[in-house]
Nanobody
Framework: QVQLVESGGGLVQPGGSLRLSCAASGSIFRINNMGWFRQAPGKERELVASINNYGTTNYADSVKDRFTISRENAKNTVYLQMNGVKAEDTAVYYC??????????WGQGTQVTVSS
């Protein structure tokens, strides 16, 4: 089992910045993937960014050049630095841990609201 605890969500003004953190604990394998997904009201959950244990990243086109994903393998923690946020970034952000093949684990989600 893997437990994911997210933090860092909240209210931010358009153009502002926010950093999300996700700490994983439990049966962590050295080779894994971690990422951030988001779900806005009435929409499907979508990938924001992902990173594997080698540091290879993948971003949704909508957040490229604004968001940066990073991780500290020693702490089993992944971060999402969000800069230049827009109203359309408002959503519940979920941390995900997975291996291929292997089970998928989700965090409980953290609300990000972009509003003036």
């Amino acid at each position: 089992q893997v437990q994911l605890v997210e933090s860092g969500g909240g209210l931010v003004q358009p153009g502002g910045s926010l950093r999300l953190s996700c700490a994983a604990s439990g049966s962590i394998f050295r080779i894994n993937n971690m990422g951030w997904f988001r779900q806005a009201p009435g929409k499907e959950r979508e990938l924001v960014a992902s990173i594997n244990n080698y540091g290879t990243t993948n971003y949704a086109d909508s957040v490229k050049d604004r968001f940066t994903i990073s991780r500290e393998n020693a702490k089993n923690t992944v971060y999402l630095q969000m800069n230049g946020v827009k109203a359309e970034d408002t959503a519940v952000y979920y941390c995900k841990y997975w291996r291929t093949p292997g089970p998928i684990y989700w965090g409980q989600g953290t609300q990000v609201t972009v509003s003036s």
